[in-house]
């Protein structure tokens, strides 16, 4: 095992300021783990903690959980999530890259090295699994769908299946292929963008009838466009968000889920939530337990 010696006495030192000022071990659990971090040689920790850099693919589209700001950056519950995740390799905000990673091409951006790992509104599945691995869950979506105000003809994904309504979703996505059941004439009804910012836009266009895919992703929209945009119906689906790794890195997966799981306890985890989803969804998530598969 080697010891992170730099970053290790520069947690030290953090330490004693917070003897000096009074704060305790508990207000700072990243500076604790930080004094204590070990990493296997040539594991994907090490080698990211060695490099100060690290590359994570998030969703730039959507409110709440990963929208770019007008800084150039993602900002939402995913990116806190992957920023905890950075800070305990020792790898400061400002050095993480951020790469937009739409649905289409989250696979194919781990398997070629693009991005360390994904933090994305990523829904685990077996076909991914194919191709990837996945640390979590880390929080429990369903899939729902979102209209016009004014639309008073749609209730519910039952209401597409008399072939007259037009329902938007994402190239590549798990709502996507949910949808098709309850469609009577799928080429002609289902409208498929790469970002759910553009079935937004569609939407508030009038040139599909309504926009389907998580709740949490829907419910963002309509935080923007409160007056014009709003949910019908229940959540029929239940979809377990992962953070993406490549297949194969054992270490680092379970890296991460012991971490899901520390934060779930000591308060990150739900002060992520808060200061960002939590602004238009006040309902606190319990996390979900990891699935150490």
Known sequence: MRRTSVRSIA?????ALCAV????????????????????AGSTMARLHDAQQVTIGSKFDQ??????????????????????????????????????????????????GKVDLITATYTINDKRKQRVDFAGPYYVAGQQIMIRKDDTSITGPDSFKDGTKKVCSGT???????????????????????IYADCAQAL???QVDAVTTDNVILTGFVAEH????????????????????????????????????????????????????????????????????
Request: with cysteine; charged share 30%.
């Open 11 to 15: 947690a030290v030192g953090m330490l």
């Open 21 to 40: 000022g009074g704060c305790s071990p508990a207000d700072n659990p990243d500076v604790v783990e930080l004094a204590k971090i070990t990493f296997p």
């Open 63 to 112: 409110p709440g959980f990963g929208l770019k700001g007008l800084d150039g950056k993602p900002a939402g519950f995913d990116v806190e999530i992957a920023k905890i995740i950075a800070g305990a390799l020792g790898i400061p905000a400002d050095r993480i890259e951020w790469r937009e990673t739409p649905a289409k091409v989250r696979e194919d951006y781990l398997v070629q």
């Open 172 to 194: 590549g996505t798990i709502p996507a292929d949910n949808i098709k059941s309850y469609l009577k004439d799928v080429a002609r009804q289902l409208v498929l963008y790469d």
């Open 204 to 206: 508030l266009a009038k």
């Open 226 to 293: 409160p007056d014009d945009l709003t949910l019908v119906g229940a959540k029929f689906t239940s979809e377990l968000y992962g953070i993406g790794v490549r297949k194969g890195d054992d270490s680092f997966r379970a890296f991460i889920n012991d971490l899901l799981e520390r934060i779930a306890k000591d308060g990150r985890y739900a002060k992520a939530w808060t200061d960002t989803a939590g602004t238009f969804d006040a309902t606190m998530p319990e996390a979900p337990g990891v699935d150490r598969y």
